[in-house]
């Protein structure tokens, strides 16, 4: 992610963004900048942290306790709420420019956002910086618009079938169009999903069968518009849903890691690496798209993170979904597993991110105590255990972690140290 000669970064973490999601969906936004804590596991010497909501200091310490960065040589900026407005908006309204200026005035400061959009890009030039990974501002500003298309369900689809990519049947229409084209589609499939052209993490998804269009009107939620693209898709018996997250490098695209997403109606709740032995076939061919994809987006002035998901059917074979053009919700802690796992000297490591909720609430001091007390803390030596990656919930029980270990079966057993140890419900 950030090469050890390279100059600070100033981690921006722009959740609010209408790179993946229609900035009108801002209760779905605001609940996905909760996650912004977990940008503190990137920070080095010298490095800045702009993030929507607050960290705890006790997190940060937390966090610089097992990275080895002193606290003092990083700063964070917290920015108070402002709407549904990307970060460097709401950076302005708060009057936090000369502050966020003031800390990034070394040479050769970037700004690395979780999503380079087009607001992101006119915040690093107004600082005089570049955007991590591109040499220019002018070069990231080239690459907003394949950035943009790529994270659309529309534009992935136009692309994928180009790139000989796998499938599921499907329409692209308007809004007013849908329920025509659902009703079409159900005459030949049991069910279909019907999907936002612009959306994450499961947010606007339905699944309908013939039943739930007997005798009424569809009932779309509002996002996108009254004129908005929606996609209808055929659905799939899912096995496995699985994703390649790849890195386009100015020597053309490289695969970082791939793995097994766990989901909920189509939301993502975590995420499983390497690939579980049920699906480890695919990895070849879903690697294979990755490249292809990273060699479309270079063509197009793309550089740095992004990743493809795929849906496995129960026969054992690869559909792709969608592309994340951007730093997504397994980016950040690969980034952390690294990092933290750099001491113990193993080639690699078997990990998992998830959500798990509490019987009773606690804060992070107990957290941490529960996590001493049953031996499932971290331990940089060895390589393994358990990382809260997120700082404490806002209520106490909707816990947020990572699990390390040495390969698959370490890391389930870890989890369910974990599960006890919590009393996850």
């Known amino acids: 992610m950030k090469e050890r000669n390279a100059g600070p970064l100033l981690v921006f973490a722009n959740f609010l963004s209408d790179l993946a999601v229609d900035l009108e969906a801002g209760e779905v936004l605001a609940q996905w900048a909760q996650q912004a804590p977990r940008k503190a596991w990137l920070l080095r010497a010298g490095d800045v942290l702009v993030t929507p909501g607050s960290l705890s200091e006790e997190f940060l310490r937390y966090v610089h306790d097992l990275t080895g960065v002193p606290r003092e040589q990083t700063a964070v900026i917290e920015v108070p709420p402002a709407g549904a407005v990307p970060l460097a908006q709401a950076v302005r309204q708060a009057g936090l420019m000369e502050r966020v200026a003031a800390h990034v005035r070394e040479p050769g ?20 910086l570049t955007v991590h990974p591109y040499a220019t501002v002018d070069e990231a500003a080239a690459a907003v618009p394949v950035t943009m298309l790529l994270n659309t369900k529309s534009g992935f689809r136009r692309a994928a079938a180009r790139l000989g990519m796998r499938l599921p049947a499907g329409q692209v229409c308007r809004r007013p169009e849908v329920e025509g084209v659902v009703r079409r589609l159900l005459t030949r499939y049991e069910q279909v999903v019907v ?4 959306s994450a993490g499961g947010h606007g998804m339905r699944f309908l069968s013939r039943q739930d269009l007997a005798g009424t009107s569809l009932a779309l939620e509002a996002v996108g518009g009254p004129q908005g693209t929606w996609l209808v898709e055929e659905c799939l018996t899912v096995a496995e849903s699985v994703s390649i997250q790849m890195e386009n490098t100015a020597s053309g695209p490289r695969a970082l890691f791939s793995g097994a997403m766990r989901t909920e109606q189509g939301s993502f709740t975590g995420y ?14 879903l690697e294979e798209w990755g490249m292809r994809l990273g ?18 059917d129960t026969d054992g074979v690869p559909y792709a979904g969608e592309s994340n053009v951007r730093r997504t919700a397994t980016t950040t802690p690969h980034d952390m597993v690294t990092r933290l796992t750099a001491a113990s000297g193993a ?10 909720r509490t019987r ?18 971290f331990d940089p030596a060895s390589g393994e ?11 106490g029980r909707a816990w947020r972690y990572a699990v390390i270990a040495a390969d ?4 389930r057993e870890w989890e369910r140290g974990l599960a006890e140890a919590f009393g996850l419900e």
Do not use: Q
């Open 109 to 128: 400061t970037a700004l690395l956002p979780t999503a380079p959009d087009a607001s992101a890009v006119a915040f690093a030039r107004d600082l005089g």
């Open 195 to 198: 999907k936002p052209d612009r």
């Open 272 to 285: 499983v690496s390497p690939l579980p032995s049920s699906c480890a076939h695919v990895a070849g061919e």
């Open 295 to 312: 060699r479309h987006l270079a063509a197009h002035g793309h550089l740095g993170p992004f990743g493809l998901d795929a849906l496995v």
């Open 347 to 356: 080639a690699s490591r078997a990990w998992m991110v998830a959500k798990g």
């Open 360 to 377: 009773t609430a606690f804060g992070l001091a107990e957290a941490l105590e529960r996590l001493g007390t049953h031996r499932l803390a």
């Open 385 to 395: 255990g358990v990382v809260l990656y997120a700082d404490a919930p806002p209520d």
């Open 408 to 411: 698959a079966d370490g890391a």
